[in-house]
């Protein structure tokens, strides 16, 4: 088959004025890949974010799954699973991070102002999610100058049990781009979502695949811009390219929609 030449008319990209509850539930029923809302921060939420974490050193993922290396401010459950469980050390590395996002002394909170925006129409709220009765990550501002490796994210494989306290039928990744690069740093998105074969691709000891597991399979790819949200159905292989110039710095978390019509978020 030549690539490109059958294109599934579902696998595309939305591209929104606001996440409306119907475009959310296009992602969720597979109707599309990836909503696009440009200007979704306001401006001044943007500058005065991006100006607070300018002043903080970032930390790096594990260096040893996440090569190359990726910087965070904030923690995310990725650094803390193990044979398919949360650790403890997820909790307090989150006391670390409040004190660290609150220390930053903005005016208003990051993840909040995403998640009113983003659940703003949606009929079943938006929160973040709990576990065991606790208040997960509400999210962490990730630089991937380097770029991610191709990869994919869902809590059913990675986790076992439900992640969350609710069952979720659908989960996501929501990216708000606080700053882009002026070269590369595109979201990358195959049609092509995990099969146990995939695991032939698995780069040792990573997080990631070698890109020859996604094959010749169709792609959509992003540019991010400044201020702008996406929300992508992260079970589809994805990958960030490595960029120049400017910091790419993203406010990052994953949603899940829980059987009650609820968006839960977790970082
Ligand atoms: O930064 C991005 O555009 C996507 C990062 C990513 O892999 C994700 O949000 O799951
Ligand atoms: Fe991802």
């Known amino acids: ?44 939420v943007v500058e005065e974010t991006l100006g607070a974490l300018e002043t903080r050193a970032f930390d790096a993922y594990g260096r ?56 703003a129409d949606w009929p079943g709220g938006i929160r973040v999610g709990t576990r065991g009765g606790r208040e997960m990550s509400a999210g962490v501002a990730r630089e991937p100058n380097q770029g991610f490796q191709v990869h994919f994210d869902h809590a059913l494989r990675e986790f076992s049990g439900d992640l969350l306290d609710s069952t979720l039928v659908a989960q996501f990744a929501f990216n708000a781009y606080l700053s882009v690069p002026d070269a590369g740093g595109e979201t990358v998105i195959w049609c092509h979502l995990w099969h146990p074969a995939d695991e032939e691709f698995r780069l040792p000891g990573s997080y990631g695949y070698d890109e020859a597991v996604v094959g010749d399979a169709e792609c ?29 710095i993203a406010l990052g978390f994953a949603v899940g929609l829980s059987l009650t019509g609820e968006l839960l978020t977790w970082g």
């Open 64 to 119: 040893k799954r996440v090569h190359p290396p990726v910087m965070r401010f904030g923690v995310g459950v990725s650094d803390h699973c193990r044979n398919g469980r949360l650790t403890d050390d997820y909790w307090t590395a989150l006391e670390r991070h409040r004190k660290d996002w609150e220390g930053l002394g903005l005016p208003f909170d990051p993840f909040e102002e995403c998640r009113t925006a983003l659940g």
């Open 1 to 44: 088959m030549t690539p490109g030449a059958l294109r599934d008319p579902f696998f595309r990209v939305v591209t929104a004025a606001a996440f409306t509850r119907e475009r959310i539930a296009d992602l969720a029923a597979g109707r599309c890949v990836a909503v696009r809302v440009p200007n979704f921060l306001p401006r001044h």
């Open 220 to 248: 959509v790819e992003l540019g991010p811009e400044v201020g702008e949200a996406v929300l992508i159905n992260p079970r589809c292989f994805h990958a960030v390219r490595p960029s120049r110039g400017a910091r790419r």
